[in-house]
């Protein structure tokens, strides 16, 4: 079965966003590990509003990879470049079995919980940046369960920036 990973950035008091979306804050300056998790992955999942961010920075970056976004508007158009899914459960059940490599859970935060409650996230990579934000868009919304998880690895970079690797407990 194919794994789901959550591999994700924030602030040191755990924002993953300013409120208006912005990721201006991010590192830019190293790779940090994000072309080797690139390629161990074949499918990209996101929310909507994390969907319709990305294309704020220009053409979507990920065409290369079967992508699916979540949404509860069933009104919502994406682009060619991706599949829109509204019911979440079963469709990833089912695409878990077929084959392929990993598959990337991007955000946002509401979809990062229902993936968390539905225990569907497997493994957990967090790039901790040496910020603190003060506000903006929390990486864990209410109501989250109790999620155990097992420390796998720890980077440090030069830039002060700690990227944590995490099995999620069965």
């Known amino acids: 079965m194919r794994k ?3 591999f994700i950035a924030s602030s040191l008091d755990s924002y993953i966003a300013r409120s208006n979306g912005d990721i201006d804050w991010l590192f830019t300056d190293q790779n940090y590990g994000y072309t080797k998790f690139l390629d ?4 990209v999942l996101m929310g909507r509003k994390t969907y319709e961010q990305v294309l704020t ?3 979507y970056p990920y065409p290369e990879k079967k992508s699916y976004v979540f949404t509860k508007n069933l009104d919502f158009q994406a682009t060619d470049d991706v599949e829109v899914v509204t019911h979440l459960e079963s469709f990833v059940k089912d695409l878990r079995l077929l084959d392929g490599k990993n598959i990337w ?3 946002g935060s509401l979809l990062i919980r ?3 409650n539905q225990n569907f996230v497997n493994e957990v990579i967090l790039s901790v940046h040496p910020i603190i934000l003060g506000e903006g868009i929390p990486l864990f919304v209410n ?8 420390l796998t690895g720890c980077q440090t970079y030069s830039s002060g920036l700690v990227q944590l690797s995490y099995d999620v407990a069965t």
């Open 57 to 59: 920075f220009g053409e």
């Open 143 to 150: 109501p989250i369960n109790t999620t155990a998880l097992q």
């Open 105 to 107: 859970l991007v955000g």
């Open 114 to 116: 229902d993936f968390l």
């Open 40 to 43: 161990s992955i074949d499918t």
């Open 4 to 6: 789901i990973v959550l």
